[in-house]
């Protein structure tokens, strides 16, 4: 209970902060607009804005124009300091700085008032200049590295949408991108029909393995749970990923029924 009072203080210090950065720093803008086109405020579905504490709720709290401003600067500086420079070998790879150096350089504590667009495009260029460029060509990584320019405006558009695979309503393009890939997932395995989804990494992914596999042996555990079942043990390769024993301590199996079997030199 203690954990999850703790997980819910976090979650809603989270939510009041991303609120607050977002009502705060264009709040401003917004009060300026409701001073100076009050008659825009006033149609036929709008006899009286919803302000408070000085922020309309109605409508779009931040100036397009100087939105869209700020966002092309970004980009400017994402295109100069992250991707031209992050892929230069005269740049270095990290600019490095101890923790506690580099959290005065930043500034992280979090605050109830926005800042001035200026002073987020100048954060922006801290973020990447104290950060690990693993576009730079000579980062070298087991999972990850380099820079693939279409697949970044690919995750540009992503972003920019924001949508979600819940449904074909809300993401209908992407929804049958999901669809197509995993269809080539599974035929690269010799499977001619199957379905799957994708996960946020390898722990994630033997963790649902872990658990489709259960359910497929002992489905009722779904119902039931672990009480009703009979001893459930894990077998496993020595030089298996360190998520098994993760996912076998997460689903209430523990880690002491995990057996680990030796491996040769295949």
Known sequence: RKLTQELNAVAFQTLVTDTFTARYSSSRMATNQAEKRPEELNGPSRKSPVIVDGILLDRPLS?????EQFVQRAFQIIFEEAIRKGTSVDEKVCEWKEPEELQDLLDLDLVDAGEAPEKLLERCQDIIRYSVKTVHPRFYNQLFAGLDHHSLVGRYITETLNTSQYTYEIAPVFVLMEEVVLKKLCALIGWQCGDGIFCPGGSMSNMYAMNLARYKIFPEVKKRGLWDMPRLVVFTS?????????GAALQGLGTDNVYVVKTDER
Request: hydrophobic share 20%; aromatic share 8%.
């Open 63 to 67: 100036d397009p124009k100087a939105g």
């Open 238 to 246: 020595e030089e298996c990923h360190y998520s098994m024993m993760k």
